[in-house]
T-cell receptor, first 114, second 114 residues
Framework: AQSVSQHNHHVILSEAASLELGCNYSYGGTVNLFWYVQYPGQHLQLLLK??????LVKGIKGFEAEFIKSKFSFNLRKPSVQWSDTAEYFC????????????FGSGTRLSIRP | DGGITQSPKYLFRKEGQNVTLSCEQNLNHDAMYWYRQDPGQGLRLIYY???????QKGDIAEGYSVSREKKESFPLTVTSAQKNPTAFYLC?????????????FGQGTRLTVV
C-alpha cells in the first residue's frame, strides 16, 4: 500500500535557525506532492505543492520543497524560521492514477523558541 | 464565502451509541474525504468519495459508514462497532483531476465518547 513517512515527530528550533523536515513516500509511479500546515486552532491549509516541472517549488511564507524522484523524497525547507512558524506540518501524496485518494504522513510538530 | 462546514465542533456521546458528523461544502468539488487525526498518527483516511453515490474505503474504515446522496454533503456515521471513536475528525474536499488535487479542509469535529 502507498504510504508517506515523516521521520521527525517533533522539532524544536530557535528563531532564525534553518529548517528541514523530511518526507518520503512509497509509490513507483507518477505522484503529486503536498505540504500542509496546521497552525494552532486553525484549519489545515496548503503550504506548497508539486505537480510537474521544476522540482524545487516555492510556497507561502518563505517555505520551499525539493522533489527528488530517485530518493522518493519531498523535504520541506526554510532558511530562517520565525516564532509564527510554530505549527504542525503534514506531507501528503496523491498518485496520478488515482487522483482522488490523498495519503498523509504522520505529521511533524515544529516548536520555535523565541 | 465558499468553504467546508463541519458541525458540530464538539460532540459528546455515550458508548454504544451511533453518532453522525456533518460535512457540507459549497465549493462545487466532486471529491470529499473523511480523515481521523490522532496525536502522533497524522491524518488517516477513513472514507472518500469521488462522485455522488460512490465512495471508497480508506485505511481505517472499520466501524464507520458514509453516504453521498448529494454533491454538497458527505456525512460520517461513527458506529458502536468503532472500538476507539474518541478523536478529531476532519472533512475535506477537492477537484480530483490528475495534477490538481489540492484538498480544502473544514475546521473539524472533536468527538468524545464516554
Amino acid at each position: 500500500a502507498q504510504s508517506v513517512s515523516q521521520h521527525n515527530h517533533h522539532v524544536i528550533l530557535s528563531e532564525a535557525a534553518s529548517l528541514e523536515l523530511g518526507c518520503n513516500y512509497s509509490y513507483g509511479g507518477t505522484v503529486n506532492l503536498f505540504w500542509y500546515v496546521q497552525y494552532p486552532g486553525q484549519h489545515l491549509q496548503l503550504l506548497l505543492k508539486y505537480f510537474s516541472g521544476d522540482p524545487l517549488v516555492k510556497g507561502i511564507k518563505g517555505f520551499e520543497a525539493e522533489f527528488i524522484k530517485s530518493k522518493f523524497s519531498f523535504n520541506l525547507r526554510k532558511p530562517s524560521v520565525q516564532w509564527s512558524d510554530t505549527a504542525e506540518y503534514f506531507c501528503a501524496v496523491t498518485m496520478y492514477s488515482s487522483a482522488s485518494k490523498i495519503i498523509f504522513g504522520s505529521g511533524t510538530r515544529l516548536s520555535i523558541r523565541p | 464565502d465558499g468553504g467546508i462546514t463541519q458541525s458540530p465542533k464538539y460532540l459528546f456521546r455515550k458508548e454504544g451509541q451511533n453518532v453522525t458528523l456533518s460535512c457540507e461544502q459549497n465549493l462545487n468539488h466532486d471529491a470529499m474525504y473523511w480523515y481521523r487525526q490522532d496525536p502522533g498518527q497524522g491524518l488517516r483516511l477513513i472514507y472518500y468519495s469521488q462522485i455522488v453515490n460512490d465512495f471508497q474505503k480508506g485505511d481505517i474504515a472499520e466501524g464507520y459508514s458514509v453516504s453521498r446522496e448529494k454533491k454538497e454533503s458527505f456525512p460520517l456515521t461513527v458506529t458502536s462497532a468503532q472500538k476507539n471513536p474518541t478523536a478529531f475528525y476532519l472533512c475535506a474536499s477537492s477537484i480530483p483531476r490528475a495534477g490538481n488535487t489540492e484538498a480544502f479542509f473544514g475546521q473539524g469535529t472533536r468527538l468524545t465518547v464516554v
